[in-house]
């Protein structure tokens, strides 16, 4: 049902990420003639995706309009909102608009790939309140509090009305930078009419108010005056705040701040040289500097609070990392909550950590880490100061879009104002109100090493069945003409676990000398390969009950 008034124009909205899903957020604001993208970011592979490093939104739908794209709005500079940008921006190379800090967070990434000299990138502060032409859209950013400095949300004045997007947000009373969410503003936006709210969702669950990061802070005197050793904190690498803390509280308890991990090495030197970060004593110090200082003079900030395994709490927990390697006396903080998915990986850092003797504290024992999203309070806040006639809940997967629905309903916004949309959707917006009118298709594109695109599902099916069942490999060698076999055949696992072996492999072999006794040896072999193939499988699994990846290699003699 589509309701509404009072506007003449028409605006399309398309989530091409970032919605029932966290990670990888991409909007576009989309008229006949222009259209406007809000942040560009990636997400982490899921456990049944092996071997894929990171994953990107789609653009296929941009790269056929990229002459209608008058600019790239980034909101901060979280992974999740600019991560997709060194991947992506050739195939849409378009102005970057962003905030001081988001702005040399992103270069740093452009840089890497060679491609910082050919970006156009303005920088807007937030409390000079501009106004940014793109098209027929008219942007206003406006400053909000979230665990990342100079964060924001727009206002963009469209054809259709104004559209309010909060960016990932919170109402934090005492942020580190003292900068509060521009609540004055939000209340204009609310006097102007927003046709239409897209508000961060991802916290509905948590009743009242998100903490201040100043708890993190008083929680981390307390670790500090207790632990005997070295301390290692792990966190985001694009967490300013929360290493301006680490900075701070080292102060105090006379201990030096060894950065530790390429992007965060790179992001703590971005936000000092911006004066984001301050360190008025000299504490930090590279790790060679550290050798020569005893642990309890020592704080390690290091990445991997997600479990990555090539970050350096991972290598550390695995005791594979050069220069640390933990045990009694020493005390790990995991200063983050896991991303949903990353459970597994995350705990299992920890018990490692705890059976090597490390003291470990995380967020299920104390409060080491506090959520950059609002709460159900703030959320309703949100809705009271804007005030808008149309609400979508983006940035959370699908039990979070339902529980905000349920959260505007309580605030006031009838039923039929709420839209709940999915990744691809084509929302409109017009004079008659709001409805979704088309869906594209939209997928992934997963990232490998230094290689991206679409890895076929079929390959991730190969990978999953090769990390749970192993894999047999049969060469054999037939006579070309009469298909008798030659020798062979010869069988090698890889990744099974076998008792009776040699029974096992004589079990295989008679099974596909019987199956190809006398067949006719194809010209390329794939019905050849086919009838082993099925012939070993079936005996494989009468015998051992798995299903491991066959991979025939016939030869002829």
């Not at 009419?193 to 201040?212: F, H, K, Q």
């Not at 709001?434 to 990232?447: A, F, H, K, Y």
């Amino acid at each position: 049902m589509r309701t509404g008034s009072g506007v003449n124009e028409s605006v399309r909205v398309i989530f091409l990420g970032g919605i029932a899903e966290v990670g990888k957020n991409i909007l576009i604001l989309e008229t006949d003639d222009d259209i406007v993208v809000v942040d560009c970011g990636l997400g982490f592979p899921e456990e049944d995706q092996p071997g894929i490093d990171l994953v990107l939104p789609d653009i296929g739908y941009l790269k056929g309009r990229r002459n209608k794209i008058r600019g790239i709005f980034i909101t901060h500079g979280h992974e999740d909102h600019i991560g997709g940008l060194p991947w992506l921006w050739e195939d849409i190379p378009v102005p970057i608009y962003a905030t001081k800090l988001t702005a040399g967070l992103i270069a740093v990434k452009m840089r890497e790939k060679r491609l910082m000299d050919r970006v156009e990138m303005h920088i807007f502060d937030p409390d000079q309140h501009p106004a940014i032409e793109a098209g027929d859209f008219t942007i206003e950013p406006f400053r909000v509090t979230h665990s990342i400095p100079d964060a924001v949300g727009f206002g963009i004045t469209t054809p259709a009305g104004l559209v309010v997007i909060t960016g990932d947000f919170k109402f934090d009373p005492t942020p580190i930078d003292g900068l509060l969410t521009d609540t004055a503003l939000l209340q204009q936006f609310g006097d102007r009419n927003v046709r239409l709210l897209i508000s961060d969702c991802v916290n509905v669950e948590r009743e009242g108010r998100t903490p201040s990061e100043r708890v993190v802070g008083e929680t981390y005197q307390d670790i500090f005056a207790q632990a005997p050793g070295r301390i290692i904190i792990a966190t985001f690498a694009s967490l300013i705040a929360r290493i301006q803390q680490t900075i701070d509280t080292a102060a105090k308890f006379g201990r030096k701040v060894v950065p530790m991990g390429r992007s965060l090495e790179n992001n703590v030197r971005v936000a000092r040289e911006l004066g984001y970060l301050h360190d008025p004593e000299s504490l930090l110090i590279t790790p060679g500097m550290a050798n020569s200082l005893p642990g309890r003079d020592l704080v390690y900030l290091v990445t991997g609070s997600q479990g990555e395994p090539m970050a350096v709490l991972s290598r550390i927990a695995n005791r594979d990392h050069n220069r640390i390697r933990v045990g009694e006396g020493d005390t790990v903080v995991v200063s983050s909550t896991p991303i949903p998915g990353n459970e597994t990986s995350v705990f299992r850092i920890i018990d490692q950590l705890f059976r090597a003797g490390a003291e470990v504290v995380y967020s299920s024992r104390s409060q080491v880490h506090v959520s950059g999203h609002a709460g159900r309070d703030e959320l309703r806040q949100m809705l009271e100061l804007t005030r808008p006639e149309f609400v979508i809940p983006t940035h959370g997967e699908h039990r979070h879009l339902a529980l905000y629905a349920d959260l505007a309903a309580e605030a006031g916004i009838p039923r039929t104002n709420i839209t709940l949309v999915d990744r691809g959707d084509v929302v409109l917006l017009d004079a008659s109100g709001i409805g979704i009118v088309e869906q594209l298709d939209v997928g992934s594109i997963l990232v490998e090493g230094a290689t991206m695109g679409h890895v076929e599902p079929a390959i991730l099916r190969d990978r999953q069945a090769l990390s749970r069942d192993g894999m047999l490999m049969i060469a054999v060698s037939i006579d070309r003409h009469s298909g008798k076999v030659v020798s062979g055949p010869k069988i090698v696992t890889r990744g099974m676990s076998l008792m009776g072996e040699e029974d096992f492999f004589r079990g295989v072999g008679d099974a596909v000398k019987v199956a190809i006794s006398g067949l006719a040896v194809d010209a390329d072999g794939r019905a050849t390969d086919q009838v082993i193939r099925e012939a070993a499988s079936r005996y494989v699994f009468a015998r051992i009950r798995r299903r491991p990846m066959i991979q025939p290699l016939v030869l002829e003699a």
